[in-house]
């Protein structure tokens, strides 16, 4: 289970609902915002809860003496993901000190083989904590990883992200196609590594600026 495209637009809600009033959100006043059932809104509750991003509580209703109800709180992990760390302040030199590392680090595992690759390119990732940085740092080991396939696999994911009609469309087609197929060809610990990074990598990426977005665009397609 990783955070998907619609439990991070629940998760981000929540959070949104949270800060406006300190108090625990009830899955009926996330549902009400978003405009889906309270039921949908529980059941995806539930799933981000699996992931560690919210707990639950159990509040007392006063409009219902004695009867407690459900009510939900981001968690520190949660709020980590999402924190707008780097974002509109991320400078020119700065990203260019990123490439420079990224450059280093890609160099340093090419003729090694493709877990120990990223395993090293992972344990490297876990240092970084500003949005941009971390998401080159995570398609540059997508990429790693796609051209260590090679062949049939390579051609087809290039031919399918062709398609796409923007280049940050393509970037993000990419980062799903690659996930899928490493997904059948790594270990266990390698894969469930690898989704909770490109969980990360997806939030991060809606947390950037528009200029961060098209530097980060721009640097995929010449890696890639």
């Not at 007392?60 to 709180?73: A, D, H, I, Y």
């Not at 974002?87 to 450059?103: C, N």
């Not at 260590?148 to 993000?172: D, N």
């Not at 469930?192 to 098209?214: D, F, H, N, P, Y």
Request: glycine share 6%.
């Amino acid at each position: 289970m990783s955070l998907t495209k619609r439990r991070l637009q629940f998760l981000q809600k929540l959070i949104d609902l949270y800060q406006k009033t300190h108090l625990p959100i009830h899955y009926e006043a996330l549902a009400d915002s978003i405009g889906v059932s309270k039921w949908t809104a529980y059941d995806m509750l539930k799933e981000i809860e699996k992931l560690g991003f919210v707990s639950r509580r159990y509040e007392v209703n006063t409009k219902e003496t004695g009867r407690s109800q459900v009510m939900f709180v981001p968690t520190s992990k949660a709020k980590e993901l999402l924190a707008p760390r780097g974002s509109g302040t991320f400078d020119r030199a700065e990203w260019e000190r990123t490439l420079e590392k990224v450059a280093r680090l890609r160099q340093d595992v090419t003729n090694v083989g493709i877990n120990e690759a990223l395993r090293k390119m992972i344990d490297e990732i876990s240092n970084v904590n500003k949005h941009l940085p971390f998401c080159a740092y995570v398609i540059d080991l997508l990429v790693l990883y796609l051209k260590k396939c090679g062949g049939k696999t390579e051609s087809l994911i290039r031919h399918i992200v062709q398609k796409a009609p923007s280049k940050e469309s393509g970037m993000m087609m990419f980062i799903g196609t690659v996930l899928g197929t490493a997904m059948q060809t790594l270990n266990d610990d390698l894969r469930q590594e690898l989704t909770e990074l490109v969980s990360r990598l997806v939030a991060s990426i809606a947390a950037l600026s528009g200029a961060e977005k098209e530097m980060l665009s721009d640097f995929w397609q010449e890696a890639y």
